[in-house]
């Protein structure tokens, strides 16, 4: 009896030695080519982004091509990210292809492996992959996506930055912390410039409301300008409701923002770290921004890990299939067009996130819930059927 104790403890310690072989064997497979995979990608669309930006400098001959290789090479991690989920999904289905056709998968489930089982490695280098991503790449990615959009507004766009969004007119909401209880001051310029550093504007209109939203005071004034943590209206004059105008001259509003800050919000989120996001969103909330599209992108990238690992699945439910039943080609394609489909839900709830129609939650989350569905369900026909 102890002797066949002795056999069983045997072959379960070589049937786990075996297990932990084998997993880090296809987590090896899987990780190198992925990370092919995204580099080909990565390196593909930062040619077709290069071949952009030669044209467009093509009419400026004092542009050096230096100056659009450095742009295209900071756009490289921004690209990078992009395409993850692309190279996680073809990576996983040329491995598990491979590994499927050398017929090394087919025999690991013939020893009693579960797809289940050598999935959970590659699932996991997947998870880090997109969490890597997430914390280090993606704060890399936005200082130099910043950067790039600094030289590319300064030698390639003929418009005044950012801050020319709607004709160089601005409107915010804000918090009037001058008001006891605190309301609500809504500031509108109809001309706003920089100018030495400084954020001019010109025909400013400011409507000061209680904590009820009702009128208070309405403040005109020719020009003023953004100071240190307070708006500065020159020449302004007050018309309370059912009173005549009263030139007052200048008018101090204590605000939150910066020029940098002002500037940040008009420009693309993928400018603002990750780490960054939360509390620019709540800074935005606070003087009167939109923080839809902030918050979209927060929620993509706190997504992302996630996806990473949704697409991993996906590429394992595709080509994991025996060759000898016929059908390989149609089923990578099947794959490929799957993850294609993904892209395009993902778009299209990006687009009804940015125009409010969803919440920014849901839009980021959805796409990556149901490719999570679309693998589990493969995988458990794969396994079970």
């Given at each position: 009896m102890s002797m066949h104790l002795t056999r069983g403890s045997a072959r379960s310690s070589?049937?786990?030695g075996v297990s932990v072989t084998l997993s880090i064997y296809i987590a090896r497979q899987f990780t190198f080519s992925v990370l092919a995979m995204i580099a080909a990608f990565t390196g593909?669309?930062?040619l077709f982004d290069t071949i952009d930006l030669l044209r467009r400098v093509a009419t400026r001959p004092n542009v050096?091509?230096?100056l659009v290789m450095e742009i295209a090479g900071l756009h490289v991690p921004y690209y990078m990210i992009m395409i993850l989920p692309f190279g996680?999904?073809?990576?996983?289905?040329?491995?598990?292809w491979r590994l499927t056709r050398t017929s090394e998968l087919i025999v690991a489930r013939a020893a009693g492996i579960s797809a289940w089982q050598f999935l959970a490695a590659p699932l996991a280098c997947a998870l880090l992959i997109g969490g890597v991503t997430t914390a280090a790449i993606s704060p890399l990615s936005s200082s130099m996506y910043r950067q790039a959009e600094t030289?590319?507004?300064?030698?390639l766009r003929t418009g005044g930055g950012p801050l020319t969004l709607n004709g160089g007119a601005l409107w915010l909401r804000q918090v009037d912390h001058s008001l006891v209880p605190h309301g609500v001051a809504i500031l509108h310029a109809s001309n706003v410039h920089m100018d030495g550093g400084v954020l001019q504007l010109g025909g400013v209109s400011v409507y000061r409301l209680d904590d009820h939203d009702?009128?208070?005071?309405?403040?005109?004034?020719?020009?003023?300008?953004?100071?240190h943590h307070e708006w500065v209206l020159d020449a302004a004059s007050t018309i309370r409701p059912d009173h005549l105008p009263v030139t007052v001259g200048d008018i101090t509003l204590p605000t939150d923002l910066t020029v940098d800050r002002v500037q940040e919000s008009f420009a693309s989120p993928d400018t603002l770290s990750v780490w960054m996001l939360p509390g620019f969103i709540s800074l935005l909330d606070r003087s009167g921004f939109s923080s839809i599209r902030h918050r979209l992108h927060f929620q993509s990238l706190l997504a992302l890990p996630i996806l990473a690992g949704t697409m991993?699945?996906?590429s394992a439910g595709f080509s994991m299939r025996p060759t000898r039943r016929g059908g390989v080609a149609r089923m990578i394609g099947s794959g490929v067009s799957a993850g294609f489909l993904l892209f395009m839900v993902s778009k299209i709830a990006e687009q009804f996130g940015d125009s409010g129609a969803l919440p920014p939650i849901l839009a980021a989350w959805a796409p990556t819930g149901a490719g999570l569905c679309l693998a589990v369900a493969l995988l458990l026909h794969l396994e079970d059927g």
């Open positions: 070589f049937g786990g593909m669309v930062s050096p091509t230096s996680v999904l073809i990576g996983g289905i040329v491995c598990f030289l590319d507004e300064i030698y009702d009128l208070l005071v309405r403040i005109e004034a020719p020009h003023g300008h953004l100071g991993a699945l996906v």
